[in-house]
């Protein structure tokens, strides 16, 4: 069965600081993989997805994730932080039928 | 293109009653995911349809169901509501469905649901 795990509930930067959230996954097969945000009282949104291609995903608003299959870890990074980028970061693995959701990782920013 | 659309934004009901979500896809999508978001329990799948058809269901209670229609708008119906049963209910659109790995789902704002 297939699933993901997010270290870290919460994380803070300052502004213009590295963001790097944390997701590692478990899966029998290979694995496809998202990150979806969620801004205050709205619905989720997809950053980037690993469907088995190249390894580093480009994402939207400057976000990257990388696919390392030797740590089963795809992790979010941004090189500088923006005020915006305050919300909820979801780590998801598609499974049979469904999307299995990560716990979350709350970002702050700092000015 | 229009996004997917969930209506209502906010519901307050009291336990024991019933309440129907509504959930119109993207344009051309024929499949609808329900997930239910709580705190405590994160974001859990509810069901997906397809073309009509129910094709998976996640470990709720048969309170919980829900129905497609011809056009893919689609409707969750929670009965005898409890007060668990507070929390922000996702839709999602996708156009092959759930069972293709690389299909992607598109999330509605959501409605969000309170139970007093």
């Known amino acids: 069965a297939q699933s993901v795990t997010q270290l870290g509930s919460h994380v803070s930067v300052s502004e213009g600081a590295l963001v790097l959230l944390r997701c590692n996954y478990s899966?029998?097969?290979?694995?496809?993989l998202f990150w979806y945000v969620q801004y205050p009282n709205q619905g989720l949104q997809l950053l980037l997805k690993y469907t088995s291609a190249a390894t580093l995903v480009k994402g939207i608003n400057g976000f990257e994730a990388e696919f390392k299959k030797s740590e089963t870890s795809f992790h979010l990074t941004k090189p500088s932080a923006h005020m915006s980028d305050a919300a909820e970061y979801f780590c998801?693995?598609?499974?049979?039928?469904?999307?299995?959701f990560g716990t979350g990782t709350r970002l702050q920013v700092f000015p | 293109k229009a996004g997917v659309t969930q209506t209502p934004r906010y519901l307050i009901k009291t336990r024991g009653q019933q309440v129907t979500l509504s959930c119109s896809p993207i344009s051309g999508h024929r499949s609808v995911s329900w997930y239910q978001q709580t705190p405590g329990q994160g974001l859990q799948f509810l069901f997906e349809?397809?073309?009509?058809?129910?094709?998976n269901k996640g470990n709720f209670p048969g309170r919980f169901s829900g129905r497609q229609f011809s056009n893919s708008r689609s409707e969750m119906n929670v009965s005898t509501l409890e007060l668990g049963d507070s929390a922000l209910y996702l839709c999602a659109s996708s156009l092959e469905g759930a069972r293709v790995n690389k299909n992607i789902q598109y999330f509605g704002a959501g409605t969000r649901l309170s139970v007093l």
């Open positions: 899966s029998s097969v290979p694995p496809y």
């Open positions: 998801a693995v598609k499974g049979t039928d469904k999307l299995i």
């Open positions: 349809y397809f073309s009509e058809t129910q094709r």
